[in-house]
């Protein structure tokens, strides 16, 4: 804004051609640093060097060397935090508990009055199952043929590679701008639990003292194969919104006869058995909302024809019959437009193989549209499992789903990805998926999620299975597009800046008419 004494500027001789002079003369300076900020610090776009590209493939073999299963990602934490006070960023630790790690490190100090355009990650990982299986050790951070292999490539220590590296990308041109915005990367805990003592711990503790401004993460990845019309091309799916995860645990217990030779009519896993094969048949209405609605009608478009006249019109009743024909046939398409529920795992106390037992417990993983109550929906489930001997108890519930705005932030991560990923078609997603940026939403803060690569229908499939892995030319990729994105905004920003001083210019010379 404009100072008081312009705007108690007064016509003298010459009038209004004067006057116009006179703030022409006070402004172009600002303009002109602005536009040669905007040339010289913001190119177009960022391409990395070899020496950053084998660096990048180093540390992350290294990262996944260190085991952070969830709970247990100090040392990861640690390994990392200390690499990045070695580069110069301002390393901020966070609250945790005592075998978590939170660490956030920026470009600026948090205390310089800036606000944070942040890239977070989760330090942990699922377990690694069956090792033998694998081609390589899961946590050997073997690297063939350009390929990084380790538990953790994709899911999620690779991502947060790409995003450490294009801070330290932003830290090298810092060294001759000042940035409007600061930059950071947030390296949390617990994601594969709960987020309790990672992202969602720290955000309820340190928001104020965080200043996000806008937050990336994991989510939608690029993929060719998913237009039927042109296969070769690559389709990006940003997500903005996510299905909300429901962990439920039923229990049910029945005093019966014991023996196995000699089974009662009615006994505990019997019961169960039959309520949860009542779920095989069960009917969720497909629910259309904003995000997924949104959805269609951009595949639709990159798909053309009739097919993609019919997906962008997923939701008209009259296609009705025809669309859930082809939704219960695609496990995605079902994802994206009902309530899911899986049953996760089945569990009696231990006992011989010819007790019957008393107790049977099973544990639902439920993910919920945008809009749905968790109230109605346990509701519903009791009425579906039709047996009042089942008590249903809540594991975990994330929070009120909030999709994200396709606004300047999102253009600028899709005009990123369209640099670096030719001629692919961007589109906002609704994530089937329950990830970290669900905790953020919860605040407001604008998030984006995206592994910003592209992958194959193979990688996707090595996510919390056998021989996850990541190739280093995706990894380039990654670290691309997020240096682009963020130039992409610290470029906007200034040009809003210098929007909003002339409107501010606009209003003064109103007030002088």
Known sequence: MLNNSLIRV????????????LVAVMLLPCVVIQAQESREYYPEVYRSSQLKKTEAARLLSEYLKIHSLSGFEKKAGTFLSEYCREQGLYVHNLPADSLGYNFAATLYPLQEDKPVIWLQHHIDVVPAATTEEWTYPPFSGEVVNDTIWGRGAIDNKGPGIMQLMALLNIKEAADTVEFLYNVGILCVSNEEGSGGIGARYILERNLTELKPLVAFGEGGAGLKNVLTSTPDKTVVGISVAEKGVLWLRL????????????????????????????????KFDMEFNRVNRRMFRRLGRAEGGLRGFLISHINWWILGPFVKNVVQRDPLLEALTTNTITVTKLENPPGPPNKISTISTAYLDCRLQPNTSVKAFIRRLERILDEPKIKISVLNSSPEVRPSPVNDFYDALAWSVEQELDNAAVIPILFPATTDNIFFRDHDIPTYGLV???????????????NERLPVAALEQGMNIYTNTILRIQAEGIHKRRRLLNADLRKVYLLEE
């Open 452 to 466: 910003p690569a592209l992958m194959s229908e193979e990688l996707i499939k090595s996510v919390h299975s056998i």
């Open 10 to 21: 007064k016509r003298f001789s010459g009038g209004r051609l004067c006057y116009v002079i």
């Open 251 to 282: 229990d049910l217990q029945l005093n019966s006869y014991g023996h196995g030779a000699a089974p009662a009519p009615e006994y505990a896993n019997k019961l169960m058995i039959y309520a949860l094969s009542r779920l095989q048949g069960r």
